[in-house]
């Protein structure tokens, strides 16, 4: 299954949760992955995993929120791979729950600094020489936030849905290019992000609210994006593909009895 022999891809936010699932499937399935996070310590382990089971991969520091960063980050993974990056997925984000109210003024800009601008620099960065080739795949890791409110989610969630609006604009310009754009709306995973702020009362919140019944597998999640990322999908753009159970689907989760 090497879907994606000589296939180069950057994963931002690869050092960990979602983007490290992400970066060790397109890699196992053939990519030469740079993976690309503002934690590097977290990014090489990630990287010697990888290596260790013969993939290809390279650990790429970076603070997706800073122009020259980026710049430095892509140049470093194109001298690695010998060529420009042709997927790039967009995964590095932070959550920052406060209520509406007493939302601080510096976090709010901080969120939409990585989860928006970040998914700006980086992809404006990928398509110039995705343009070029005339081939090129942008997934952007957006979330349910994107379409449903949640308490403490002021930012996170106007975020996500900011990030599904920059990927329509990108699927937009870049489709006669050869060039798709498309968002995936995760459902709850549990990863470093999020294991904190989960108990079981909040799982079987979530669980009650899917119809799957269960939280989202990191699985669940490269699976969408390796689909994403394929030659397959050539014809899919400007897309939010939900993984989650059902969750945006659905409406009342109980009801008497049905007949
Ligand atoms: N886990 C979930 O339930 C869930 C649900 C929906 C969407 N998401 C989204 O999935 C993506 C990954 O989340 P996760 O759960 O894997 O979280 P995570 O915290 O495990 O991973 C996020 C990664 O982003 C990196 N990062 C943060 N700021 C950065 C910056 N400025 N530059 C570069 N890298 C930076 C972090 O170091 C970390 O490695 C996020 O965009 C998140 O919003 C997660």
Redesign the pocket.
Known sequence: MNRFNNKTAFV?????????AVAIELAAKGAKVAV????FE?ATKVACEINEKGGHARAVR????NFESVEGAFVDAEQWYGGSTEILV??????GVHSFIDYPADLFAKVM???VT?SFLCSQRAAKSMVVARNGRIIN?????AERAGIGRAA?GTS?AALVGLTRQIAMELGSFGVTANAI??????????AASYNPDTIDAYTSMIPARRL?LLEDMTAAVVFLASDEAAYINGVLLPVDGGYLASGVAKTGKLS
């Open positions: 931002s936010g690869g050092g960990s949760g979602i983007g490290e690309a996070d503002i934690n977290n970076v603070d997706v929120t967009n995964s590095a984000g932070i959550m600094a990585i989860n970040g890791v957006a979330s349910v936030s996170y996500k709306a995760p459902g709850p995973v549990v990863t470093p992000m999020t989202g």
